[in-house]
């Protein structure tokens, strides 16, 4: 099947990213296999992390067809996108057919994107992760690349306005190296390592990012252990199970 929707819209996302002079600093790109599947499994800090990890692929001239919630697939401007760009829905009540999806996508030689802390990071810390992308890389024999994302959430994270106009904003993308799935006993033991792995290429982000926070009402974009106003993991914790109770009440 020809890509009709895919192209335009990287187009027009380069070109909104030359339109903001966005100074992007993507590394490891070369990891990203020229042909055959493999997952990318990226930290979520920014509703538009989607964006950023795809064009990490794009120096090897890949489409990432990203995992996302369904019902983004049934809104009346996103669905008709994310259905044209061959996106995989993930309907949360009944996963495996989304799981079954990802693993075909990937046997097809596609590659398939993951954010398994499967929320935004509020603390931009990197939370528990899912082992669903672990599993699908296993039973599909293809490579686990981790992705760190950094900046993003400068532009559009949970609890603060969009400031999608933002210009200048730097943005890191840092793809690591492929990560064998023969090399692992289970998907429980690719994902701890994959933790621990992303984890790494996160604090060396944010630790060599070129910005730094204005004054205190600015800090809200860094963590706390570098000294920002972000929540701390335990109280960010507590903010998403705060949301659960919420949305299982209402």
């Known amino acids: 099947m020809p890509e009709l929707v895919y192209p335009p819209v990287i187009t027009a996302a380069k070109t909104m990213f030359r339109a903001l002079d966005l100074r992007l600093d993507v590394q490891g790109s070369d990891h990203v296999p020229r042909t055959g599947g493999a997952v990318l499994a990226s930290n979520h800090v920014s509703y ?6 795809g064009y990490g692929a794009h120096e090897s001239r890949r489409l990432v067809r990203f995992m996302a919630k369904d019902s983004v697939f049934r809104h009346r401007i996103s669905g008709p996108l994310m259905r044209g760009m061959k996106h995989i829905p993930v309907n949360r009540a009944a996963g495996a057919g989304s799981y079954a999806a990802a693993v075909g996508a990937l046997r097809r030689g596609e590659v398939v994107g993951v954010f398994p802390e499967a929320t935004i990071s509020r603390s931009l810390t990197v939370k528990d992760l899912k082992n669903g992308a672990a599993r699908m890389a ?15 959430q400068r532009l559009w994270t949970k609890g603060r306005p ?18 064998d799935p023969a090399a692992y006993p289970d998907g429980n033991a690719m994902t701890a390592d994959l933790r621990t792995r992303l984890s ?4 060396r982000a944010q630790r060599e990012y070129p910005d730094r926070p204005a004054g205190p009402d600015d800090a809200w974009w860094q963590p706390a252990h570098l000294g920002g106003s972000a929540p701390t993991p335990e109280r960010a914790a507590e903010l998403d199970r705060s949301d659960r109770r919420s949305r299982s009440t209402s």
């Open 48 to 53: 538009l992390d989607f964006i950023f990890c």
């Open 200 to 203: 790494a290429l996160v604090d």
């Open 138 to 152: 296993q039973e599909a024999g293809v490579p686990l690349l981790p992705v760190a994302l950094w900046g993003t």
């Open 162 to 179: 969009r400031t999608l106009t933002r210009r200048h904003t730097p943005i890191t993308i840092l793809v690591g190296e492929p990560m």
